[in-house]
């Protein structure tokens, strides 16, 4: 089995790699997995925002009603 475990392993990180091959994609899905795809202000519910790059290197976002 552990040729074959080592098989797997590659192949997921090649995935891996196709997945999130830049600091982007790699944000861009942390995004999504976090939010769903929808992001809601939990203090105003606002739905549109803005991305805060103060927290490196995924820094965060902030409603433009309410700036949270």
Do not use: W
């Not at 089995?1 to 861009?28: G, N, P, Q, W």
């Amino acid at each position: 089995h552990k040729k074959r475990d080592i098989v797997m392993a590659e192949t997921a990180k090649v995935t891996f790699h196709k997945l999130y091959s830049t600091e982007d994609a790699c944000r861009a899905e942390l995004f999504r997995y976090h939010f769903l795809n929808d992001f809601v202000c939990p203090v105003c519910g606002y739905t549109e925002y803005f991305s805060v790059s103060l927290l490196p290197p995924l820094g965060f976002v902030a409603a433009f009603a309410c700036l949270f």
